[in-house]
């Protein structure tokens, strides 16, 4: 019986080397997961290779055209991991590149023409010898994680099988399958930092600042932004419900049909932002502040102000094209002049993208750890496929298969919202100026 201070066994396995890949944006402690992942292979004497760039070398892949060392991949070793556990950034860097994008439909697996890019990822990895791939990413990353297992699904019996397990990567934190992912409170904590200086200088000058947070389907990151930041009022799609949603006719990009689109009910939200800064003014004597908007509220804008606006390949609304920020703070300028006869500096800031790269505090390094560590032990001790590697309680390992994740009608994921009414949502009611709405 080994004691309390044997290092794990070692053990066989039929894995001679692995692939890390990284895709979709950055996230503070991405390089925890990796080195973690890829130590515990080495000690097992596993070869590792480091996929460049997400899928993007991959899917350029031919026979003709093998994929180059150092240029399309790496091999880490012992010397590449040197104190690299708490470094920034992201040592194999990363892309957006989507080899599933044309597949949105079981049947489409039997398309030879949609699973091209899928075929060319599998050969790809096959020409290094890979026998098994570890995917980070965000949900659209796990889409295509589940949709590299199925297409290998319906491969010839006796071809190569490539196990996939994902490793679950946004500080939007919005994850089905697990409590909180790594880098979020790296994220919270750095731009918690920038709302409390905005705040110091909203109070010299009078003004307010709103801050359009990232936060693309939920407001996890929003809401955490303005609890640690001290923020006079959040907002986020979960709060567009009763007085504040609406619907209205409009035409979907991906499918061309006119459906019914659910819209927020903007004069509402305005007014609704206007009425905590009259009560700031005449019931506390506060004449500043700060207003944290989740970006997502711009998939939510009526369409006059999102039509023809471009998407990425996930299908995603190009937010920057709009300049939400902007837009919100010329109408709460507006309707707070209209409302008091005053006028009222408003300044519109977008936070995020700095925060992704921040150097990683103690507990995302700590949760990054465990789930990197938690892709050796799914594979080799398990010996799973098509699990995403999730954490609970005191960063107790657990594993969830693909299909409790992804739809498998539709091959899409479901979104973890902030449910309306919860403690932690009721915890920023509870401390950004009170409004009696």
Known sequence: MSSTLSRPPMLESSIRRVAILFAGGPAPAANAVISTAAVSFLRNNIDVIGILHGYSHLIEYTPDRPLAEDKDYIRITHHTLKRTRNSQGIIIGTSRANPGKLVSDPAHFRDPERTAPLKTVYEALCSLEVDALISIGGDDTLKTANKFKMYQETLPPGSRHIPVVHLPKTIDNDYMGIDFTFGYFTAVEFL?????????????????????????????????????????????????????????????????????????????????????????????????????LAEGLAELLPHQHIDGVARDEHGHITIAQINFGKLFSEIVAKEYAKQTGKKRKVTSVPLGYESRCARPQAFDVMLGSQLGVGAYRALVEKRLDGVMVS????????????????????????????????????????????VND
């Open 391 to 434: 954490i609970r309680g005191q960063l107790e390992l657990n594993y969830v298969r693909f299909d409790q994740l992804v739809d498998p009608a539709t091959l899409v994921t479901v979104v973890r919202y902030i449910e309306p009414g919860s403690d932690f949502h009721r915890l920023a009611r509870f401390l950004e100026t009170y």
């Open 192 to 292: 918690a930092s920038e709302v409390r200086n905005l705040l110091a200088d909203a109070e010299a000058n009078q003004a307010y600042f709103l801050c359009e947070c990232m936060g693309r389907s939920a407001g996890w990151l929003a809401y955490g932004v303005a609890i640690a930041g001290e923020a006079s009022l959040v907002v986020s799609v979960e709060d567009i419900t009763g007085k504040y949603e609406t619907s209205e006719e409009s035409v979907n990009p991906k499918t061309g049909r006119k459906e019914i689109r659910r819209v927020m009910e903007l004069n509402e939200v305005v007014r609704r932002i206007v009425a905590t800064m009259r009560v700031r003014e005449e019931a506390e004597g506060k004449e500043f502040g700060v207003i944290v």
